[in-house]
């Protein structure tokens, strides 16, 4: 679902004037550099004080409009009319470290205002910029901004689109804002924003795009609305937005994307969503709605993704007939107040990619889809399920993620006959038999993260673990599971959290356990583990949590961070360990902490 926001958000910003660097190429030859803007963009390279970006490296020799200046456009007369650089989010070595200067608001002439993606320019965002009267796109997003939005932003009159999405901004949205009458798109998500939705905001009529998601913004969903009838996308999720939704907004016969999910909704969906014709996602989740979700919903022709969990709707479900929601391809009902028994046809019989019915109280055999290659995802934890697995997957070709755990699904691990191309299987907390070695062998997916087959009633060993695995997650606890860790462990190099707890485990702690990088989770408490704790495990620089409590370890804890500063609990009921944080060893003084 973020993909599908981020896309959102790079179309729309493309399509307005098109702001990213050296995509807009004058159809005039620039003139001359003025003396005046190369001084304000010296200035404002002067306070970054760090670029691994490369980009301002470029800002070299007296012309800034020649078209080596990245990122920097100019006018005929020599004016710059856009700053624009924009850096990959994923990649945390691309960055610039420093503040926005003041002096890019003495850049007169400046219509486009990006610089998106820098990850640590902090400090605020200057006053000056309310200067910038010829502004049409202000984009200033995933930085480290902070401090208020600027109410002075509200004199940038021409202003189409602002985004100060994914910085540390707080305080009230500027009522300012209300005056920006041209803004087509407004993203200050991603901040920590609180106090109401501004009543002003209601002068934006021409608002495609509304996106105020991840702050801390309260009161209620304005009527307002319902006035926008370009809006496409409204997103208010991850707030504590409260009250019933308002009538009007279900008027809005081009919204396609809506997302109110994680806040503290009440009262029931009304029968009119069923007008929002354009609407292809809906996001209601984790609310406080009540009531029977309405049948109009079937009316709503284009929707693919619809969650409606971690709410307080009710049965009966909608009769959906075969021509309802026609374009559906992903539904989340989890954890409501739904006691559904079976999954309903009108969910079986099509072609879907993801199916969440966690919590929906299902009993009886596991569901048969009658289109199983379309599915990705399916999430039936939390119910009453029972008997075998076996035939399940047959045919799920493009199956990715399956939770099913906390069921009473009796099989033994032999029967368990994955697809190729799973990449994470949840069935702890069942009545699962037989040997790891079923799942784990040299035939096991290169393609399979995530293992969790906890609580359950597994026995044997664990078996050797093969090269090219990629496993990330292991959690084999609270079983029947005998023997020893063995040293090929360290073949698992992708693998960020293990857990082995309450088990019959034997023998040592392999030293090979140091070479896994990149763990950052281990539990290997509530077994029979005898000998030291390897010094080895020093050599993992990411660990966050270990406990090896309740064992028959001896010997002195490594002496290094994070375990000398774990707390005792993690370490008790074993023989003997001594070091901080347990009692000194003897006849070994321990140091103080500096």
Known sequence: MQILVWVFDVLFISSLVGVFPLSLAETTSPGVCSEADRAALLAFKAKIVKDTTGILSSWIGR????????????????????????????????YMKGTLSSSLGSLPFLQVLVISGMKLITGPIPDSFSKLTRLTQLVLEDNSLQGNIPSGLGLLSHLQT????????????????????????INLGRNSLSGPIPASLKNLHLLQSFDLSFNSLSGFIPEFLGQFRNITFIDLSNNQLSAHLPISMFNLVSLSYLSLSHNLLTGTIPEQVGNLKSLTSLSLSSNKFIGHIPASISRLQNLWS???????????????????????????????????????????????????????KLRGSLPRFTRPDSLSSIDLSNNFLTGSISTFFTK???????????????????????????????????????????????RTSSFLEVIDVSNNLISGTIP?????????????????????????????????????????????IPMSLGRL????????????????????????????HASFRANRLCGEIPQGRPYDIFPASAYA???????????????????TSQ
């Open 306 to 360: 619809l969650n409606l969990s971690r709410n307080g709707f009710s049965d009966p479900l909608p009769d959906v007939s075969n021509r309802g929601i026609p374009s559906l391809l992903s539904i989340d009902l989890s954890f409501n107040n739904l006691s559904l028994g079976t999954v309903p046809k009108w969910i079986t019989d099509r072609q879907l990619s993801d199916v969440n019915l966690a919590g929906c």
């Open 63 to 94: 012309d800034c409009c020649e078209g080596d200046w990245e990122g920097v456009q100019c006018n005929p007369a020599g004016r710059v009319t856009t700053l624009a650089f924009q850096g990959p989010v994923k990649d945390s070595s691309m």
């Open 162 to 185: 602002l985004s100060l999405a994914g910085n540390h901004l707080k305080g009230p949205v500027p009522p300012s804002l209300g005056n920006l009458r041209n803004l087509g798109m």
């Open 573 to 591: 009921h074993n023989l003997c360990l001594c070091g901080k944080p347990m009692p000194p060893c003897r006849g070994k003084k321990q140091e």
């Open 464 to 508: 050797e673990f093969s090269e090219g695995l990629n496993l990330k997650e292991l959690n084999i606890g609270s079983n029947k599971i005998a023997g020893q860790i063995p040293s090929s462990i360290s073949n698992l190099i992708e693998l960020e959290r293990l857990d082995v707890s309450r088990n019959l485990m034997t023998g040592t």
């Open 396 to 442: 799920m070709t493009s199956l990715q993620k399956v939770k099913l755990s906390n069921n009473l699904l009796k099989f033994d691990l032999s029967e368990l006959k994955v697809p190729d191309g799973i990449s994470s299987i949840d069935l702890h907390s069942n009545q699962v038999c037989g040997s790891l070695s079923s799942i784990l062998n040299n």
């Open 517 to 544: 990088a990149n763990l950052h989770w281990l539990d290997l408490s509530i077994n029979r583990l005898t000998g030291r704790i390897p010094t080895s495990l020093l050599g993992i620089k990411f660990m966050r």
